[in-house]
């Protein structure tokens, strides 16, 4: 699967964080050439320390904003094809700091465009952008690819106008370029060896593990609940289109749960702690939010299906099953790394099926 990686140089921005660091080892199973930078985590534990990331010399920390740091590590590694995770992906911190989060997700791709556009070994680049691009008003609709962007917290603000960034790039700077582009959305990603802050699975183990209550802001909202993997996929597949070169030069796509998977975050949290064989009463508590976030949020795949062959292989009930397994294997002195291999294979094994 995905052979076409295989000695491939691919190069991942955001590589420190959850989503990059599953990347990082699904990539290096296959046989890619992987190199990656990303911010130091500040959580403990982080997917970075567990997987002893610090020590392959091929991954750096250094910030995206940092224009010469950009150019240095991408005119080194001489990348064919770069998936584009670099980010501050959380809401409220967007609020409490928005500087960081325009200039981190704004001017970082910026930075990466610049230093890209001025070489000409980069072919392919997957920009991860996010569910929250698109402009919510609040009506129960899945949004597609036609619909418009917008934004109203810092977060989904940043990542709408990253979008736009990298359209006019795509379509006008780099136009004459050799170098196709890809902006793909995903949902809210769960899975294994996430600690950030500010999530409702890292908030909900941090509850059980350190016998701490749980404080949820909006437990009736609806999110594109989705497995790492079944997104990670998507992004993978995207990236092969674009290295075999059958695929529009300039397109999005979103990857979401299958329609029918509607969960609320109190489906969420019940679903979860049941594998700990607790209640969610035990550890629950419902606080009043600082900040607005949207109440219903759903993503339609139908594009990725067409064109892509794209699916979610695993359901909403069965992605918080496999993340809540994962979480109490790391927790009974189980290796992170192993975990995460077992898991991909699993995930591969379901797929062949």
């Given amino acids: 699967m995905f052979e076409c990686y295989r000695n491939k140089k691919v190069l991942i921005t955001g590589v420190t964080g959850f989503k990059g660091s599953w990347l990082y080892v699904w990539l290096n199973k296959i046989g890619a050439d992987v190199s990656g930078f990303g911010l130091l985590p500040e959580t403990e534990p982080s997917l970075y320390e567990e997987l002893g990331m610090k020590y392959d010399d091929k991954i750096l920390i250094g910030d995206i904003r940092d224009k010469?740091?950009?150019?240095?590590?991408?005119?080194?590694?001489?990348p064919e094809i770069i998936f584009h995770l670099a980010a501050q992906p959380i809401v409220n911190i967007s609020y409490e700091n928005p500087e960081d989060?325009?200039?981190?997700?704004?001017?970082g791709l910026i930075n990466l465009y610049?230093?890209?556009?001025?070489?000409?070994?980069?072919?392919?680049l997957v920009v991860v952008t996010s569910d929250k691009c698109y402009r919510n008003t609040e009506g129960k609709k899945s949004f597609s690819e036609e619909d418009a962007l917008g934004g109203v917290d810092?977060?989904?603000?940043?990542?709408s106008c990253a979008e736009i960034i990298s359209n006019s790039y795509a379509l006008s700077l780099l136009k004459d370029n050799d170098i196709f582009i890809s902006n793909v959305r995903a949902g809210n990603i769960i899975g294994g060896g996430d600690w950030s802050r500010?999530?409702?699975?890292?908030?909900?183990?941090?509850?059980?593990?350190?016998?701490?209550k749980l404080y949820i802001r909006y437990p009736d909202s609806v999110r594109p609940w989705q497995y790492?993997?079944?997104a990670l996929r998507g992004y993978l597949m995207v990236g092969e289109r674009m290295i075999k070169r059958d695929i529009d030069k300039v397109t999005s796509f979103n990857f979401g749960p299958s329609d029918?998977?509607?969960?609320?975050?109190m489906d969420i949290v019940n679903t979860f702690v049941s594998t700990f064989e607790i209640g969610a009463d035990d550890i629950l508590?419902?606080?009043?939010?600082?900040?607005?976030?949207?109440?219903?949020?759903?993503?339609?795949s139908t594009k990725a299906n067409q064109i892509l062959n794209w699916s979610p292989v695993v359901d909403t009930s069965y992605c918080i099953k496999l993340t809540s397994e994962w979480y109490k294997e790391y927790y009974s002195d189980s290796k992170a790394g192993n975990i995460i291999l077992k898991y991909i294979n699993e995930y591969i094994n379901l797929l062949n099926q």
Avoid: G, H
């Avoid at 010469?68 to 001489?78: H, M, P, Q, T």
């Avoid at 610049?114 to 392919?124: L, P, T, Y």
């Avoid at 508590?285 to 339609?300: A, D, K, R, V």
């Fill in 101 to 107: 989060t325009f200039q981190t997700n704004i001017n």
């Fill in 260 to 265: 029918n998977s509607l969960f609320t975050v």
């Fill in 68 to 78: 010469n740091f950009v150019r240095n590590i991408i005119s080194e590694c001489k």
């Fill in 285 to 300: 508590e419902i606080e009043n939010p600082e900040y607005y976030e949207s109440s219903y949020l759903q993503l339609n």
């Fill in 228 to 230: 790492v993997l079944d």
């Fill in 154 to 159: 810092p977060y989904s603000a940043s990542k």
């Fill in 114 to 124: 610049e230093v890209i556009r001025n070489e000409n070994f980069v072919k392919s």
């Fill in 198 to 212: 500010y999530r409702l699975i890292p908030d909900i183990v941090k509850a059980i593990v350190q016998k701490k």
